[in-house]
């Protein structure tokens, strides 16, 4: 994509419509998600993905074994009620 300012106005609601083009060459699609920052007179939209199950289930494997191999139990990480 050309780095070339787009145009682009917010609806009664605040909904702002990204350029197809742009949506093209960022593979945005209906439901993608975006951390939102603003300050001052700048937005920024940054695209972010979400993990898969299978990630999440690869990231709590991997937690687990750290946590064996360096001898930490449930009970020295959770809280008392």
């Known amino acids: 994509m050309k780095e070339k300012i787009k145009l682009t106005t917010s ?3 605040g909904q702002v419509v990204i350029p197809q083009e742009v949506r093209r060459e960022l ?3 209906e439901g993608t998600k975006f951390a939102v920052f603003g300050k001052g007179d700048t937005i920024i ?3 972010i993905s979400v993990p ?3 990630d999440f289930e690869k990231l709590v494997s991997f937690g ?3 946590a064996k191999k360096k001898g930490i ?3 020295d990480v ?3 009620d």
Request: cysteine-free; hydrophobic content about 35%; aromatic content about 10%.
């Open 52 to 54: 898969t199950v299978k």
């Open 78 to 80: 959770l809280e008392d």
């Open 64 to 66: 687990a074994k750290f």
């Open 45 to 47: 939209l940054k695209k």
């Open 73 to 75: 139990k449930k009970e």
């Open 11 to 13: 609806s009664f609601k």
């Open 27 to 29: 593979r945005i699609e």
